[in-house]
């Protein structure tokens, strides 16, 4: 093995998965990335490179369909982790309500398009207002973190009454994730297989743009992005995510520190890119995922003429 | 340390153009002649001395070599004409070698041998070893090629040396054993940096212009080189989803980039199969418009930063290195972002961590990408800062570190890839001549004209190299308030050809710089560093041009100035070929303010292609026969007078 092969050895751990619950994966280790002028910092493992193969397959189960949605659903029955709200006969189409969702958990379902309502993450939204009278097809989807740093989706399918406003819990689904990458701040990025294809899966704290592998952009108020990414043979594709999160606060300086206390918390612009390719030579996709900050180092100087050249110039 | 020691010094100021865009000499003693002992270009002390490292092949303006635990780096300096041999180790200089001519590349052969390409001698000049670690590098031999030798590869198997010549617009294979030239294929314009696939069957050549690469068949009989266009898609705006995607501006139509700066290339290691080509992505604007400035660039600006991922076994490229996606991270607030690496010079790849390492003039930094990214561009790992300059990197992969050349700052920068260091760059000066109040002006004028992001000279990241690479041009056509106005070649032109500006609207060089500071939005400079700039642009020398005498070019020479045929009556001075008025052709287009044209300057017309204000004549035989009437008369020529026009217009 040629000495650059041996520092690139591949640390994988092999699991087999049960179902749709997947046990989570560790991937390999290494933390990327900072944009800071002058150096790189983190540990200096490869630029984050998951294995496909590597990774269970998941299953996402699909939407209530709403051809088999219930007649009605009784007023007093509730949803742990959705609230609705709303006014009788506003419109002409009769009831409308406001489903939200707790935890920023992102929410879609049958009254939105089709094409909208796949991927709950995509322009993720924590409420949505309901305007119809028939049981409409709800999914509610955040991201869990445990204690021990194991990652999941919590995959929440209902049937909600705009008439009665009672909800009903269809089914929950647990998917777990892969750890695929640490940036900056400790800021985690993770996926999960499906098929063929990588769902990378960015924690959203704050409101965040996502651009996707077709190039729609997306603006994502819910509590995490989901972003497919598939290559053929002499294909690629790239997915980034950009947004603020919460820094650690420097020391104030003396006088400083009640006018900090007060302040916001600071925040700075990350970015996460993500990619899968294949060339004609490649056994499989090859992924690649980079966290670091978005927002520039502060600037070089200028060359410019120096005191010496002035003055000779003066001198002239 | 054994140098060099200037015997006599004067105060001059002698400038020759160099691969990072414009060689400044800091003394004035000639290049030593060094006699070359009559031993060919075989070593005479074979296995003796360091050796090449981790196999690598393709050349650049620092190499490694290895001896016992020492790593030795050999640099190329242009601007001094040597070669300079460093103990990375201990951070010291060990010698100077006088080159006979300006080195652009260097490369260590398998058996310690030292390649170094002369620029401006049409020659590789072949080095061995001293027997002592601390003394020049011997000369071998020296084997002439094409004009402009500018970068060098050797096959996978040792056998063969590939020599890319840029004006000469050529590829030249040489045979290792007795460096005989085996054959040479004809080129596209100004090709630049070689790469050979794994199996060692072809040649990817880059191109500083063109929107392209060149695949040379090194297997084949015939050699055959082919094109692989390298144009961008722009989104232009952006598509979003739903209601609000509707309302959002930006274009639907997606816009074509052409790729430009292509000076560089690496290969991958893991995963195989790629190679890599860091470039800029141009949107010169609508031509049939006018715009504001030089191009309108829609919502992402002219020139987009780009590494395109070429697949080494089909020769295409992945077209996601290729498409142009809006900025997110504009859209989710930033407000300060990383100014691009708009002029890539150097590129290498360290398998250990799977990073693209790029040098970038301009910023002056060297950009790591994650070699593995469907679109490296947008997968930026980070920076390092360097000396002024940097045109060279190579990677010391076992000892986790890259060793930089910062050619405007005569440093060498020593960069630890491992992680958490504590001093992650270390620089270090090398040994140059001299310098003089001219030689700082000059060196002061090629940072201005190589200052990417700089807000005097531009105010979208544009440098003046950014058109004009090497300080000549970019075969592109830009939309101005004027009209389309096709990029001039600087070097060697300006010298006696005033009024300037297609339309000669500019007295002088001075004002010209003025004028276009305003047309790319800059505040413009002034005082001392304006003069440097006008220095710096007035002292860069162009390609050598060997005087042909041959009957072919003196028959041209009668054509051309034959009253029937009409060049002379306004191409006649004999040295600048360019009466310095202004003249209707019937050229003026649409999006023209005005049909009448100052007559450009035919020195160098040969490789500066395309032709016309607008660029409309993609070569000289297409002006030659498709200005029939409008510009002098080629009607009544045989198709041999007009091949010896043509001969001759080369020539000059």
Redesign the interface.
């Known amino acids: 093995m040629?000495?650059?092969?041996a520092?690139?050895a591949p640390r994988r751990i092999g699991i087999a998965a049960a179902g749709a619950v997947v046990i989570t994966l560790a991937a390999s280790a290494g933390a990327?990335?900072?944009?800071?002028?002058?150096?790189?910092?983190?540990?200096?493992?490869?630029?984050n490179?998951p294995s496909l193969a590597a990774m269970p397959d998941t299953t996402i189960p699909e939407a209530l369909d709403v051809r088999t949605a219930p007649a009605s659903v009784g007023a007093g029955e509730r949803v742990h982790g959705l609230d609705v709200s709303g006014m009788e006969g506003v419109s002409r189409s009769g009831s409308f309500i406001v489903l939200s969702a707790a935890h920023r958990r992102c929410l879609t379902g049958s009254f939105l398009?089709p094409a909208?309502g796949a991927n709950p993450t995509?322009?993720g939204q924590i409420s949505h207002t309901i305007i119809q009278r028939t049981v409409a097809a709800v999914r509610a989807e955040r991201l869990v973190l445990d204690s021990d740093g194991k990652a999941s989706l919590e995959i929440m399918d209902a049937w909600v009454d705009p008439v009665t406003r009672g909800m009903q819990l269809a089914r929950l689904t647990s998917v777990a994730l892969t750890k695929l990458a640490t940036g900056p701040e400790g800021f985690v990025v993770y996926g999960l297989r499906r098929g063929d294809a990588l769902e990378l899966v960015v924690p959203t704290p704050q409101r965040?743009?996502?651009?996707d592998a077709?190039?729609?952009?997306?603006?994502n108020s819910c509590d995490h992005v989901r972003l497919a990414l598939r290559?053929e043979v002499?294909?690629?594709?790239?997915v980034?995510?950009?947004?603020?999160i919460e820094v650690a606060r420097t020391a104030p300086a003396a006088g400083e520190a009640v006018k900090q206390l007060a302040a916001t918390k600071p925040t700075r612009?990350i970015?996460v890119?993500a990619?899968?390719?294949r060339?004609?030579?490649?056994p499989a996709p090859?992924?690649?995922v980079?966290i670091?900050w978005?927002?520039?180092?502060p600037?070089?100087p200028?060359?410019?003429?120096s005191a010496r050249?002035?003055a000779?110039?003066s001198e002239e | 340390m054994k140098s060099w020691v200037p015997a006599v010094m004067s105060v001059a100021a002698a400038a020759a153009i160099g691969c990072g865009g414009g060689a400044v000499r800091t003394g004035t003693m000639p290049p030593q002649e060094v006699k070359a002992k009559a031993v060919g270009c075989a070593r005479v002390r074979p296995a003796q001395g360091p050796a090449r490292i981790d196999s690598v092949r393709v050349g650049g303006t620092v190499a490694l070599a290895r001896i016992g635990e020492s790593t030795i780096a050999y640099v190329a300096d242009e601007d001094d004409a040597m070669l300079h041999t460093v103990d990375v180790d201990t951070q010291r200089e060990l010698s100077t070698t006088p080159l006979l001519g300006a080195p652009s590349q260097l490369l260590v052969a398998a058996d310690g041998r030292v390649l170094v390409a002369l620029r401006d001698k049409a020659a590789v000049q072949v080095l061995e070893p001293a027997a002592a670690l601390n003394a020049p590098l011997e000369p071998r031999c020296t084997v002439p090629t094409a004009v402009e030798p500018l970068a060098l590869a050797i096959t996978p198997d040792d056998a063969t040396l590939l020599v890319s010549s840029g004006w000469g617009q050529a590829l030249g294979a040489y045979a290792m054993e007795d460096m005989k030239r085996s054959y040479q294929v004809h080129l596209p314009r100004e090709p630049r940096a070689v790469v050979v696939s794994d199996d060692g069957k072809k040649a990817f050549v880059a191109h500083v212009v063109g929107a392209q690469m060149s695949v040379v068949d090194l297997a084949g009989a015939d050699h055959r080189a082919r094109t692989l266009e390298l144009t961008g898609k722009d989104e232009g705006g952006f598509r979003r989803r739903g209601v609000l995607g509707s309302l959002v501006g930006g274009s639907s139509e997606p816009r074509v980039r052409r790729a430009c700066q292509g000076f560089a290339l690496a290969k991958s290691v893991e995963p195989e199969g790629r190679v890599f080509a860091p470039q800029v992505l141009v949107d010169p604007g609508n031509a049939e418009q006018a715009s504001e400035g030089y191009g309108s660039g829609g919502m992402m600006g002219p020139e987009i930063a780009s590494v395109a991922v070429i697949d080494e076994g089909t020769d295409a490229p992945l077209e996601s290195s290729l498409t142009v996606t809006p900025d997110v991270r504009r859209m989710a607030g930033a407000r300060t972002l990383a100014t691009e690496c708009l002029l890539p010079r150097a590129a290498a790849v360290d398998a250990a961590s799977g990073r693209l390492l790029v040098t970038c003039l301009g910023i002056d930094a060297v950009v790591a990408y994650d070699a593995a990214s469907a679109d490296p561009r947008t997968a930026e790992l980070g920076r390092w800062t360097v000396g002024a300059g940097p045109t060279g990197i190579a990677v010391d992969v076992s000892r986790r570190r890259a060793v930089v050349w910062s050619q405007f700052d005569r440093a060498m920068s020593l960069i630890s890839l491992a992680a958490e260091a504590k001093e992650p760059v270390v620089r270090l000066a090398l040994s140059r001549k001299a310098s003089t109040p001219e030689t700082a002006d000059l060196a002061l004028g090629r940072k201005l004209f190589h200052a990417t992001g700089d807000t005097r000279i531009s105010s979208d990241g544009r440098a003046c190299a950014s058109c004009h690479p090497d300080g000549r041009d970019d075969s592109l056509t830009w939309a101005t308030p004027d009209g389309p106005r096709q990029t001039p070649m600087l070097a060697g032109r300006l010298a006696k050809t005033a009024p300037f500006g297609w339309n000669g609207a500019n007295e002088d060089v001075r004002d010209h710089v003025t004028h276009t500071f305003e047309r790319l939005s800059g505040s413009g400079l002034e005082g001392r560093e304006l003069d440097a700039l006008i220095a710096f642009v007035g002292s860069m020398q162009p390609p050598q041009q060997r005087a042909a005498k041959d009957a072919l070019v003196l028959r041209g020479s009668e054509v051309f100035h034959s009253t029937e045929t009409g060049c002379a009556s306004c191409h006649g001075d004999t040295e600048t070929y360019s009466d310095r008025a202004t003249h209707d052709v019937g050229s003026r287009v649409a999006a023209d303010k005005s049909a009448r044209f100052d007559t450009p300057s035919l020195r160098f017309v040969g490789g500066t292609a395309p032709y016309f204000h607008d660029g409309r004549y993609p070569t000289l035989r297409s002006l030659l026969v498709g200005a029939e009437g409008k510009m002098g008369h080629t009607d009544h020529l045989a198709k041999a007078d007009i091949e010896a026009l043509e001969a001759y217009l080369r020539s000059l």
């Open positions: 040629s000495p650059a092969r520092a690139r990327t990335v900072t944009g800071e002028l002058g150096a790189i910092g983190g540990a200096n493992s490869p630029p490179r398009s909208d995509l322009d965040m743009s996502a651009l077709e190039g729609t952009i997306h603006s290559a002499g294909t690629g594709a790239s980034v995510v950009a947004g603020p612009m970015q890119n990619s899968a390719s060339t004609s030579r490649d090859v992924l690649s980079a670091r978005a927002e520039d180092a600037k070089e200028r060359p410019r003429a050249e002035l000779l110039d």
